[in-house]
C-alpha cells in the first residue's frame, strides 16, 4: 500500500476538479447506487496515469458540453477495499489501472482499460472521452 503523502496530490488532481473519493467498499455501493450517469476513474501511481488519464479526463471535462451525474475515483494501492468493490462493478473486466469506466443507472456502457491508456497521450484520451461522453450523457 502505498503512503498518504505520496498519493495525496495525485488524489488532489481529481478531487480538486470535482471528483468525490470513495476510500471504503461501502462509499462505493452508495456512490454505484446513484441514478444518472458516473464516470469513474481508477487512479493509480504509475506514469501513464500521471501522463494521460488525469490529465485527458480533466481535458475530456473542460471541453466538452456534455457532463455525467457523477465524478467518482478509487485509488489503486491506497484505497484497496474500495478499488477491490470498484473492481466488482468492473466485471468482465479484469484489473486495471488506471483506467476508466461511465456508468449509466448502474450499468457499466463504457470502459477505457489500461492498455487504452498505455503509450496515448491525454489529448487522446480526452478525445475517445468526450466521444463516449457525448454518447451516454446528457447536454448540460
Known amino acids: 500500500m502505498y503512503p498518504p503523502h505520496l498519493v495525496a496530490p495525485m488524489r488532489e488532481d ?3 476538479v470535482g471528483f468525490q473519493e470513495l476510500t471504503t467498499a461501502a462509499d462505493v455501493d452508495a456512490a454505484m447506487a446513484a441514478e444518472g450517469t458516473t464516470l469513474v476513474v481508477v487512479n493509480s501511481v504509475c506514469g501513464c496515469a500521471a ?8 481535458m475530456a471535462l473542460a471541453t466538452t458540453d ?14 484497496l477495499d474500495a478499488t477491490a468493490k470498484m473492481r466488482e462493478y ?11 469506466g461511465i456508468f449509466k443507472d448502474g450499468d457499466l456502457v ?16 480526452a478525445q475517445h472521452l468526450e466521444m463516449a461522453l457525448e454518447e451516454f450523457c446528457e447536454k448540460a
Do not use: C, W
Request: hydrophobic content about 40%; proline content about 12%.
Open 14 to 16: 481529481l478531487t480538486s
Open 51 to 58: 501522463g494521460a488519464a488525469r490529465p485527458g479526463v480533466k
Open 66 to 79: 456534455v457532463k455525467p451525474d457523477n465524478l467518482v475515483t478509487v485509488f489503486a494501492g491506497a484505497d
Open 90 to 100: 468492473l466485471l468482465p473486466y479484469p484489473p486495471s489501472s488506471p483506467a476508466i
Open 110 to 125: 463504457h470502459f477505457i482499460e489500461r492498455h487504452h491508456i498505455e503509450g496515448r497521450s491525454a489529448q487522446m484520451i
